[in-house]
């Protein structure tokens, strides 16, 4: 067996209680030794505990790089802070996607551009002033009509299907912003928020109330098409939301849990992310 070099800085892998895989790599060659328990448990999830952001984001890099050079031309990008390393690493790399399209998960409804709060500004300031690409697609906040806003988006991923999506997850299991309760058929729609999910993003505002309350999202239904989905989370308060996800029953309740069923998923997270895994 052959490690592919994504794997190098990792000395770890592992899903849940499940499946525990050590990658090491030598000066006189590579050893693989996984010891699968239960796979279904966890439905294919790899699961990869990083020391910190830096080498998950570039274990998230690797792994674009090796889709990319396997074809993939539509990527899903998301915001929030657990991507800030991997799109840090993404404008120092080599890569070049002068010939890729991205597709964002969401965007703030009632913020635009000109709002620092905005994803679309999040997306120009991490990456794409950086690093263009061929075409960039995020649903418009400041859309007059929303309707038609979300057929236009929802026209877009129709006609650009994702290679490969990166991904965050709320505090309380939310995947873009479709929140508990949201259902797993949904595709592009404006959102309500959750109290919780406006709290947790409070962070970012000069006031809480700022926070706009909707948002428009990709759904559900959107993400699963994704052929390849990379979630990254780090820190204690994704604790709760990854075993949930991980090891929970697939439930709208917790809408990431649906990722149980996706055949590629592959989840990067640091200890304290992973600490209440069975
Ligand atoms: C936000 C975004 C999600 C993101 C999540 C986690 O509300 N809509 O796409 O994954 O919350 O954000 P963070 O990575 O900052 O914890």
Redesign the pocket.
């Known amino acids: 067996n052959i490690i592919p070099p994504l794997y190098h800085n990792f000395n770890q892998t592992w899903c849940g209680s499940m499946k525990i895989g050590i990658y090491q790599l030598t000066k006189i060659g590579i050893y693989h030794i996984i010891y699968l328990r239960n796979r279904q448990e966890v439905n294919h999830m790899k699961i990869h505990v990083v020391n910190n952001q830096v080498d998950g984001a570039v274990l998230a890099v690797d792994l674009l790089r090796e889709k990319l050079a396997n074809g993939a031309k539509v990527i899903g990008l998301?915001?929030?802070?657990?991507p800030l390393e991997f799109y840090s690493v993404l404008r120092e790399s080599d890569l070049d996607f002068s010939d890729v399209t991205s597709v964002n998960?969401?965007e703030y409804v009632g913020l635009g551009e000109d709002s620092d709060q905005s994803y679309v500004h999040f997306m120009k300031e991490n990456l794409f002033n950086a690093k263009p690409f061929k075409q960039s697609f995020l649903p418009n906040g400041l859309a007059k009509d929303l309707t038609e806003e979300i057929a236009r988006y929802n026209q877009i991923l129709a006609d650009h299907p994702v290679d490969f999506q990166i991904?965050?997850?709320?505090r309380n299991g939310?995947i873009?912003?479709n929140e508990p309760g949201a259902s797993f058929d949904a595709v592009t729609r404006v959102v309500d928020l959750a109290p919780s999910?406006i709290e947790a993003?409070a962070r970012f505002f000069a006031h809480p109330e700022d926070v706009p309350k909707q948002a428009i999202s990709m759904g559900i239904a959107n993400i699963m098409a994704a052929k390849t989905i990379v979630l990254m989370a780090y820190g204690k308060e994704k604790a709760d939301a990854i075993k949930a996800m991980v090891e929970g029953e697939v439930t709208e309740e917790v809408p990431a849990s649906i990722l149980q069923k996706h055949n590629d998923v592959v989840l990067i997270i640091d200890q304290a992310a992973a600490s209440k895994l069975g």
């Not at 998301?78 to 657990?82: E, Q, R």
């Not at 991904?167 to 709320?170: A, K, N, V």
């Open positions: 998301a915001t929030g802070s657990s998960l969401d991904l965050g997850i709320g939310h873009g912003f999910t993003n």
